[in-house]
């Protein structure tokens, strides 16, 4: 299963990226729970036959579509090895806690964070972002919100550009604070967070009663790749008592890039930051990650005592306070494990080399798109995305929607879209390690290809 496996991840730039599903496989998953066992090497076929070729793709060095890590041979492996050792990563005294714990010091020390600062692995940022609101709204309304919620005529508001991550204000509504309590901010022509508009915002909201207790500032947003002005929104949260998190979910690991990191001056300001290692750290999925730089408000957060979790000084339950202090889940896996493996392998450096790497193929994708008369760009690139579109007459939306759509399914390359300015556009985010320019250039033939041909079509049918 293993030499498949290799062999499997050797040869995928000769496969699709992604192939549509046929009937016969998807009616394979409508079978019965089976009764009786098969042996391993049927289920093995099984998979090889429906499941393996039909994923969304994000191994290949062609996938483009939304900022999707690619993983590695050495995060698989370590993935095995953690699923034989089944540790219960909640909490008590094991090694394997210790290890998550090296990894909330070496992000506490990319951050220039306190040595005292607290973290946490979970499934992903839409957590990591949702942990922030929690210990934010815990620092505003201390311990009677755990217990009582948030009283009448307290109305917390938290604000984040127009651009942040839907998972923010979704983050407001778990909490039960209110989507609609999350102010989303308007963007400058650089996409950033307009931080005059939220002085504005927060001003007018504190006159009107309500109380601003949190401000999201992204690296990296997921539409075009900005990144807000951290030190700008850092003093604006410092003058008015707001906690400052930063959505780095993708982009805070550019910090390991040296060419990147002055980008990202102003992040070690951060109350918290959200980041996963299984977008830009090529870790495979799921490692979301939360980094917290009041480490007894986090604690304060999410701490109980129920006797079934009682600590000890010594023997199995000592070694507090465990990772089920800091967030919602007890049993939890091993994330840290493959994380862990990726830093060991790799090193930091060949990370960061990675993640640059991106960035100098994102900005050969824009040269190529601007000196196309065809095509159009239609944001700046600040790190790995970049968003354009194919001119044409008539509805340039639906146009640029199909084009995409052909794309995907030659499986030769695979964008996404996404909307900038009202505009429909073909968005290529790099960040598979496995990518190189000879992907680059595969695309825009393609998109120069498949747009020729969807132009005749059109030309034809209105002739
Ligand atoms: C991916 C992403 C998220 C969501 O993170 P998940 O790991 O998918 O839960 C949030 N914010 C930004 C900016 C992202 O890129």
Same mark, same amino acid.
């Given at each position: 299963?293993?030499?498949?496996? $290799?062999? /499997? ?7 699709? +990226? ?7 496989? !998807?009616?394979? #998953? ?16 099984? $998979? ?43 909490? !008590? ?17 990319? #951050? ?22 929690? =210990? ?19 109305? &917390? ?13 979704? *983050? ?10 999350? !102010? ?54 410092? !003058? ?23 980008? &990202? ?25 939360? &980094?917290?730089?009041?480490?007894? *408000? ?9 006797? /079934? ?16 202090? $800091?967030?919602?889940? &007890? ?13 060991? =392998? #790799? ?12 960035? +100098? ?7 190529? +798109? ?17 968003? $354009?579109? /194919? ?39 790099? =960040? ?14 393609? +998109? ?16």
């Amino acid at each position: 299963m293993l030499d498949d496996m $290799f062999d /499997y991840l050797q040869g995928i730039r000769q496969r699709p +990226v992604w192939q549509p599903i046929p009937d016969t496989a !998807r009616a394979a #998953f409508r079978s019965p729970m089976p009764a009786q066992g098969s042996t391993l090497a049927d289920v093995h076929q099984q $998979f090889k036959q429906n499941i393996l070729p039909y994923t969304i793709g994000n191994i290949h060095p062609g996938f483009f579509g939304w900022v999707q890590g690619g993983g590695t041979p050495v995060g698989m492996l370590a993935e095995m090895l953690a699923a034989g050792l089944n540790a219960n990563c909640g909490g !008590r005294d094991q090694i394997p806690i210790e290890v998550e714990r090296q990894l909330v010091r070496w992000m506490a020390d990319l #951050f220039e964070f306190p040595s005292d600062a607290t973290g946490l692995f979970l499934t992903g940022s839409s957590m990591a972002n949702m942990i922030a609101v929690l =210990v934010a709204r815990y620092r505003a309304l201390g311990r009677e919100v755990r217990t009582h919620g948030v009283p009448p005529k307290r109305q &917390l508001v938290a604000y984040a550009s127009a651009g942040a991550h839907g998972c923010i204000a979704q *983050a407001m509504d778990l909490a039960g604070l209110g989507s609609a309590n999350l !102010r989303k901010i308007p963007m400058n022509a650089q996409f950033q967070m307009d931080t005059m508009a939220l002085e504005t915002a927060i001003t007018a909201d504190r006159q009107a009663g309500l109380q601003p207790f949190f401000v999201a500032a992204t690296v990296g947003t997921v539409d075009v790749g900005a990144i807000d002005e951290l030190p700008v929104v850092a003093a604006i949260a410092e !003058r008015n008592g707001l906690w400052f998190h930063v959505d780095g979910a993708y982009g805070a690991l550019a910090m390991l890039a040296p060419e990147l990191k002055p980008l &990202l001056d102003g992040i070690e300001l951060a109350d918290s930051i959200a980041c996963d290692f299984h977008k830009w750290g090529q870790v495979p999925y799921d490692a979301g990650f939360i &980094l917290v730089r009041d480490g007894t *408000a986090h604690l304060d957060t999410f701490a109980t005592r129920d006797t /079934y979790l009682r600590r000890d000084v010594r023997g199995m339950a000592a070694n507090s306070p465990w990772p089920t202090d $800091f967030g919602p889940d &007890l049993s939890r896996g091993f994330r840290a494990l493959k994380t862990w493996f990726t830093f060991q =392998v #790799f090193g930091a450096e060949r990370i960061g080399q990675v993640i640059n790497e991106t960035c +100098v193929l994102a900005r050969y994708l824009s040269e190529r +798109v601007q000196a196309q008369p065809e095509l159009e760009l239609l944001a700046p690139v600040a790190l790995n995305i970049v968003c $354009f579109r /194919y001119r044409s007459e008539g509805d340039v939306d639906a146009f640029n929607a199909a084009l995409v759509a052909d794309l995907q399914e030659s499986g030769i390359a695979a964008p996404s879209v996404t909307t900038v300015r009202g505009h429909l556009a073909i968005r290529v985010a790099i =960040v598979n390690h496995r990518t190189g320019r000879q992907d680059i250039d595969a695309l825009l033939d393609a +998109v120069l290809n498949l747009g020729a041909r969807r132009l005749n079509l059109l030309t034809t049918e209105s002739a």
